[in-house]
């Protein structure tokens, strides 16, 4: 006999040998019928595993959103099969689920673009349809490469030799009709619930194999998929308000920035307008950094390997840092892929007592970090950023109040960029890590403390932190609901460890610090990217790099006009005169296009009157204000 004990604390006992499914039916047939998968204790199962030991069982359906990851990762395996009936000759590589979808990449002669997608989505309804069983079997790892070498998918026999190294000895197959995957599982129990009407394919992109430029480029194609047709809908109405705002476009009808993949991959040309707006960002965070007692440093961008050989990078992060070497000398350098280490050596110039702490250490260090040309995506993605870094030297007293004052100038932030809704992730000790528990109790009690200060809601992630130290994540809602992951607050047990920084204390005695990693914006070039499509380019006045287009209706009007203009730039509104002899709709057309927030438009009556009239982007409506309250007005809105 073996216990079940279900979700709300009720125990019954099965015969030994109990399959997810016997005890779904056991509670009741509809259940058994909208079963997915279930969890048993920490492990999630394919519904038809056979369980012999004492253990928590859940029943997984569609209904539950933690179901989503196996629907999606059993839909990437109907893609890959459709893509096998269609292109016989295609060999599979991986196909993972991921946020909102899954992708598989792919080794095709034929060049898949989109618009194969309807074909493609048709045969795998028709896969869908024809309801195959999903089923497992274990081979030893010999049988399974004798397997996929008989049906040419190389890429499986070396997924399969690579676990062999690792000690790997038997590995899971899993079968649908015709087609036969490599893959862990767990998986739905047949196809047809997936459902016919609930995926769609999204995009097609190169990716290196391994991510490795040195390896053969595949196709990857990405799809979405979701338990309902009304949640695929609801997803592609995102999607499709998404395209608008996309950042990239609007930033060239604004004239921002643009990217030169040929010559400098995943950099940004900031343009005029473009470099406005990012020094307004600084200047806003400059400020509130110096209003909370932070002093500002800058770090050099290369560094001697042996730096980051200490700081523990060079083994983590090795492949994602860029590297050089000076003619005529054997050192090796490294462009910082972060800017931490530099901060630990401005905190050892010198002796450090405890009267100087706590020390708050921000830069706006710029860093360079190798990403996957496949993985670039605008301001986004890139592969050389600016972070607005603090790096926190305190005491093991002073940790939670310092932690309390972080997480309060977080939130204050947010708010002023309109970011309301904000989640808060708490991530705790890893199996593998260092510092004893006592420490790790500690340093995850203090977030939790200052989280509770403040009254804010957060999800605890167990096993998530760094190997180093807890942390926090702090993740913006924006405009039309999508989630970004920004700020960060982390707890580092291992850098004052590992170049030996430390304290006199009130004894005498020499003390390590703690020291708390800090970053509010994140990368600015990405929070850029964000504040574009939360907005869809209708910045606020005070940030937009372009506050007002002064547009003129006839050339008697421009004497009046020079002077509005000359008012506003006076008092720090940055300004377009526009006096061109195009007519008023169009220059009002052009301005609306490149997103300026206000056009104030001067004819023969505002100019006897010394008014404006004004049009706000986003607004057909029109006023006309005298110039003294358009001037007070404006005051207001750009916070000057």
Known sequence: MVKITFPDGKNRDFDNGVSGLDIANSISTSLAKSALVIKFNDDYLDLNTTITTDGTVSIVTSKDKEALPFLRHTCAHVMAQAIKRLYPSAKLAIGPSIENGFYYDIDCETKITAEDFSKIEKEMAKIVSENHAIERKNLSTADAKKFFLQNGESYKVELIDDLEKNGVSEVSLYTQGEFTDLCRGPHLPSTSKVGVDTFKLTSVAGAYWRGDVKNKMLQRVYATAWATKADLEAYIKIQEEAEKRDHRKIGVAMDLFHFEPDYAPGSVFWHPKGWTLFQKLISYMRKKQADNGYIEVSTPTIMNRCLWETSGHWDKYKHNMYTATVQDEDTEFAVKPMNCPGGVLIYKQGIRSYRDLPIRMAEFGKVDRYEASGALHGLLRVREFTQDDAHIFCTTEQMEEECIRVIKLIMEIYKEFGFGNVRIKLSTRPEKRIGSDEVWDMTEKALANS??????????????????????????????????????????????????????????????????????????????????????????????????????????????????????????????????????????????????????????????????????????????????????????????
């Not at 999508?482 to 004052?496: A, F, Y």
């Not at 005070?542 to 287009?549: D, F, G, I, M, N």
């Not at 006009?561 to 006096?579: F, P, Q, R």
């Not at 607004?619 to 005298?626: G, I, P, W, Y």
Request: charged fraction near 25%; include cysteine.
């Open 451 to 640: 989280l509770e200060h403040h009254g804010y809601e957060y999800t605890i992630f167990p096993g998530e932190g760094a190997f180093y130290g807890p942390k926090l994540e702090f993740v913006l809602r924006d405009a039309i609901g999508r989630d970004w992951q920004c700020g960060t607050l982390q707890v580092d047990m291992n850098l004052p460890e590992r170049f030996d920084i430390s304290y006199v204390g009130q004894d005498g005695e020499k003390h390590r610090p703690i020291m708390l990693h800090r970053a509010l914006f994140g990368s600015l070039e990405r929070f850029t990217g964000i504040l574009i499509e939360n907005f869809a380019g209708h910045l606020p006045l005070w940030l937009s790099p372009v506050q007002v287009a002064i547009a003129t209706v006839s050339e008697s009007t421009v004497p009046y006009a020079e002077k509005v203009n000359k008012a506003l730039k006076d008092m720090g509104i940055s300004t377009i005169l526009d006096i061109s002899k195009e007519k008023i709709s169009y220059k009002v057309r052009q301005h609306s296009t490149s997103k300026v927030p206000v056009i104030a438009v001067i004819g023969e009556k505002e100019s006897e009157t010394e008014s404006v009239t004004i049009r706000r982007i986003g607004s057909d409506k029109q006023e006309t204000l005298s110039l003294a309250d358009f001037i007070n007005l404006l005051k207001i809105e750009a916070k000057i």
